[in-house]
């Protein structure tokens, strides 16, 4: 078996402000193939964006990592700066929620991309960047390639953006891709046609790619792992059957009771069902008690009692169905009830 | 599609060709704007006029010291004709009391005022791109540094030291040179500070970040992200610089700190004018270098602007 494309060790990013130090993301350890889908999901500051931001060492100023990360062989954490430019963009790329703020107004579409090409083999003369740039466009579905090339950011539409930033990430065939919520500023029917073709790129390049998303909806239909974050943490870990259909934490169960589902009436036999809310808010990052940051809004915390409070849960391994993989939950409690009980 | 194909779709040529097409259309668009085109004339024209003063002077068959005493009117020194002593032999008339000639004093006058101003902008606000983009761009203790500096230059009296350094100027030193250094090292603060702030946000715009991540080094990104969006605010802030440097040269003329001796200077001239405004025995004397330094600076904003729009891609089908 080839290594993983991606490792993470025991990851922590902490951010230093005005002499306080805060844990954004605690002890993340995953690992990822290539060709497979691995989502992170959790809601706003779960720490999703900065632990991809972290895999590509573009964290904010007086963010600070900790750990291991290795991508395609290479350590992230110690490389330099110049060895970094090396990686970015050829061995791990990635594509941005916003796609019109992620392309330069001045630049038109096909200068971005042959930059991109040109940057990790400058051997490529300008003329035959340009030209894989209209090979790119036309790859990624954009009509009319060699006019569009000439375009600029603000005559296209969003899912057409969206696809030169695709386009302008995947030129140089990284190994693993690293998409922020890629379809969020998309409307839905323009989102499916997007993640399809991420699909169909992932396939045909054999690449990993780290989705990061709040949708659960997105999720079921792009990811082949799903890792679950609550507070910078790990909260469950599992194949996308395991956490849909058997999940082991009552945050992830939580959002599943929170998503809609087409099926759902048939389930209850024409019982109506409303959807859950998980009550409160995300903790403060900067009071985290010893505990378990989901204590305070589960629902189940009163079934194992002050555990819950004194001490953070760590990952163990939990049952899986068949052909399942790994499957990791932090919870003290070894069995979830049914899926209505939880969250109320 | 074969690379073949594409390049033979993409029709155009290379793409150095394309690039000199698509600055061809920069120019295009600047010409196709009236009000940019007008404005540069108001700016090259003096300009040109100043360049060329000794030629200018040797057609009009004048110099700019003779005194003409016979062309003024013996009891108080007015020129005597019409619009202050226009003639064909002087063509813009005369000074009062001297009677040198106007139109000589005029263009070697701003020969002298222009390029002090000039020199003055050019100097400052290319300071202020180079300070103001690597303060945008790397940040942290450079910008606080910067910062810090620029505040203690804004409390500084900057006019009341032009005006102390040039009292004591040694006389063997070129009094020009010394006006544009210390204009210049006065000039560059506010600029500095608004370029920092624009590439500050700029940097923190998701394309540059996007750029980042393909791997692009820190020289590129400034270059080929970030230079272009400050183009057009380092044009107009160099236009909005030069009309202030050419009244603060004239102001400092008129308070006897600027050029001296027989060097012709158009400050020194509208303020010279004074007297004879007030008592409006020769407007002529004010209007005509006041109708210069008007062109220079009106031309200056106007084709300042033109050339911000032009250089916005975003409002290319707007115009």
New interface residues.
Partial sequence: MPDPVLQVEDLCVSFTSGGVTADVVRDLSVSLDGGRTLAVVGESGSGKTITGRAIMRLLPRGASARGRIVVAGREMLSADERELRRARGSDVAMVFQDSMSALSPYLDIGAHIAQAVRLHDPSVTRRAARARAVEMLDRVGIPEPADAVRRFPHEFSGGMRQRAVIAMALVNRPALLIADEPTTALDVTVQAQILALLRELQQEYGMAMLLISHDFGVVGSAADDVLVLYAGRQAEYGSLRDIFDQPAHPYTAGLRAATPRLDARLDTGGERTRLRAIPGAPTSLRDAGPGCAFAPRCGLADQVGERCVVEAPLPTVRPTSEGGGLHLAACHLDRLPALKEVAR | ?S?AE??Q???RG???L?RFLRKRSVLGRFFRKRSGVAGLAMLVVPLVAGLCAPLLVRIEGQDPSTLHTDLLNPDGGRPLGAFGGVSADHWLGVVPVTGVDLFAQIVYGIRSSLFIAFGASILSIAFAAVLGTATGYF??WLNAVAGRVIDFMFGFPGLMFVIAIMAIVPPEMPRGLVLVLVLAFFGWTVPARIIGAQAGAINA???V?????????PW?IIR??ML??LFGLVVVLFAMSLPGNVSVVAGLSFLGVGLRGDVPDLGKLLSDSLPWIYSGADVWYMLFPGAVVFLIVFGATLAGDALRDVLD??TEDAA
């Fill in positions: 599609m690379i594409i390049q779709a993409e029709g290379t793409p150095a394309g940040g942290g715009r998701a394309f970040e996007a750029a980042r991540a393909t791997g692009a080094p590129q080929r992200e272009p969006h891609v975003r």
